[in-house]
């Protein structure tokens, strides 16, 4: 693998530093008790960085997004929402609700700002609180009280963050998704050359630490694809009746940020 892609993401973690450092020491200034809430310090800091990350990464990834989004029906719950940006990609003739799932407090005006700039009603938008994706009970307890089932679950970079990835999106996919439903995703993965893996886990501590918990190192569309649930008679049996895996046009294989498109529909059973 060629130096240059090796250490290509050293400019964008100086750009996170420069970007976010001011405003998160500003935050901890103002509350000094902050230092104590190493997850609220993050939480600030990624809120800062994703306010001009966003929008570039959103153009990046609109080919790949036109192709996955507008596959979305029912009841669309997007997992780690960050500003909405998927919102924008949504075919409003056939959603009827959307459900952002966004831990990050910071985040949610301008979620709610783009929800209804695109159509969406206020009572057809629903932002969990209090929860993270490895919250399904929590999760499910939300939507109960709203009424709402999941038709589509739509992750867009998020999975590559959440704690205890492998049982989070089985139990995640388990309770919440509705019997064939749609999960639908674009992430970054680890890499199937031996060379780009070895550097994607290199970067990845110092990754995660930047960019509140991001892991450059996980084979996520492995794990969704050999996903397993409980069949009617008590046995084991692979969660999907469909599925459909593509990457990234374009894409260089020496990219450490190496990307699978995925559309996968529940069993029914």
């Given at each position: 693998?060629?130096?240059?892609?090796?250490?290509?993401?050293?400019?964008?973690?100086?750009?996170?530093?420069?970007?976010?450092?001011?405003?998160?020491?500003?935050?901890?200034?103002?509350?000094?008790s902050?230092?104590?809430?190493?997850?609220?310090?993050?939480?600030?800091?990624?809120?800062?960085?994703?306010?001009?990350?966003?929008?570039p990464?959103?153009?990046?990834?609109?080919?790949p997004?036109l192709?996955l989004?507008?596959?979305?029906?029912?009841?669309?719950?997007?997992i780690g929402?960050?500003?909405?940006h998927?919102?924008?990609?949504?075919?409003?003739?056939?959603?009827?609700?959307?459900?952002?799932?966004?831990?990050?407090?910071?985040?949610?005006a301008?979620?709610?700002a783009?929800?209804?700039?695109?159509?969406?009603r206020e009572?057809?938008?629903l932002?969990l609180?209090?929860?993270?994706?490895?919250?399904?009970?929590?999760i499910?307890?939300?939507?109960?009280?709203a009424?709402?089932?999941?038709?589509?679950?739509?992750?867009?970079?998020?999975?590559?963050?959440?704690?205890?990835?492998?049982?989070?999106?089985?139990?995640?996919?388990?309770?919440?998704?509705?019997?064939?439903?749609?999960?639908?995703?674009?992430?970054?993965?680890?890499?199937?050359?031996?060379?780009?893996?070895w550097?994607?886990?290199?970067?990845?501590?110092?990754?995660?630490?930047?960019f509140?918990?991001?892991?450059?190192?996980?084979?996520?569309?492995?794990?969704?694809?050999a996903?397993?649930?409980?069949?009617?008679?008590?046995q084991?049996?692979?969660?999907?009746?469909?599925h459909?895996?593509?990457?990234?046009?374009?894409?260089?294989e020496e990219h450490?940020?190496?990307?699978?498109?995925?559309?996968f529909?529940?069993h029914?059973d």
């Amino acid at each position: 693998m060629k130096l240059s892609a090796a250490f290509g993401l050293i400019s964008d973690l100086r750009a996170a530093i420069g970007i976010a450092t001011l405003p998160t020491l500003k935050a901890i200034y103002r509350e000094p008790s902050l230092v104590l809430r190493p997850t609220s310090v993050s939480r600030i800091f990624m809120a800062a960085v994703w306010s001009a990350f966003a929008g570039p990464t959103d153009e990046g990834a609109r080919a790949p997004k036109l192709t996955l989004i507008p596959h979305a029906t029912g009841a669309v719950l997007d997992i780690g929402a960050g500003l909405g940006h998927s919102i924008d990609y949504l075919d409003r003739t056939v959603v009827t609700a959307y459900i952002a799932l966004e831990p990050n407090e910071l985040m949610h005006a301008a979620i709610r700002a783009r929800a209804k700039a695109a159509g969406f009603r206020e009572e057809d938008v629903l932002i969990l609180r209090g929860c993270g994706a490895e919250d399904p009970t929590a999760i499910r307890a939300q939507l109960d009280g709203a009424g709402l089932q999941v038709d589509t679950m739509l992750s867009v970079m998020t999975f590559c963050s959440i704690p205890d990835p492998e049982q989070t999106l089985t139990q995640l996919v388990r309770q919440v998704l509705a019997p064939g439903g749609r999960l639908l995703f674009y992430e970054h993965v680890l890499s199937p050359r031996a060379d780009v893996a070895w550097w994607q886990r290199f970067w990845t501590p110092l990754w995660r630490l930047a960019f509140d918990g991001c892991c450059l190192d996980r084979p996520t569309h492995l794990w969704v694809a050999a996903m397993e649930d409980e069949g009617p008679d008590g046995q084991s049996m692979n969660m999907w009746s469909q599925h459909e895996v593509w990457g990234k046009e374009g894409e260089p294989e020496e990219h450490l940020f190496w990307h699978r498109v995925g559309k996968f529909i529940k069993h029914n059973d």
